[in-house]
């Protein structure tokens, strides 16, 4: 059986007006090029405000330089851990298990969470930060 990507996600991933949060979101990106041929390359051009990485956030919040994973990152700034059994299973099996499809709702809304946490964080432009 041949999968799609659902076909009202397209506009929303192509739309430069559509805010799309991460960590290291150029990876999904490219992935999403490699196995749907999307045209993303125009979305993740330096300047372009609608793709954001939490990585980069994060870094700036903290003042660090970090490689963060999407669980420490949770860890450190919400003080909340995500499980990740799910991470290391065959993600190329079509159809995903209900436990995969569990656990990237987990991971979009983290993302989701994060993002405001960091903006929440950041004050006219100076990034502050207080463990939780």
């Not at 799910?86 to 809304?109: G, H, N």
């Not at 950041?122 to 930060?129: C, K, N």
Request: proline fraction near 5%; aromatic fraction near 8%.
């Amino acid at each position: 059986m041949n999968y799609t990507i659902p076909p009202l996600l397209v506009p929303l991933l192509l739309n430069d007006k559509c805010l799309k949060v991460g960590l290291n979101i150029e990876n999904d990106f490219w992935k999403l090029q490699r196995d749907y041929n999307l045209p993303l390359d125009s979305l993740l051009v330096s300047n372009n405000k609608s793709v954001i990485d939490l990585k980069v956030m994060a870094n700036q919040l903290l003042g660090l330089s970090g490689n963060w994973s999407l669980s420490g990152l949770c860890e450190h700034l919400l003080g909340q851990s995500i499980r990740k059994e799910q991470r290391l299973t065959d993600w190329s099996q079509k159809p995903l298990t209900r436990q995969q499809r569990d656990y990237a709702a987990v991971d979009a809304f983290a993302s989701y969470e994060l993002y405001f946490e960091i903006k929440a964080n950041a004050v006219d432009g100076v990034q502050h930060h207080t463990t939780p």
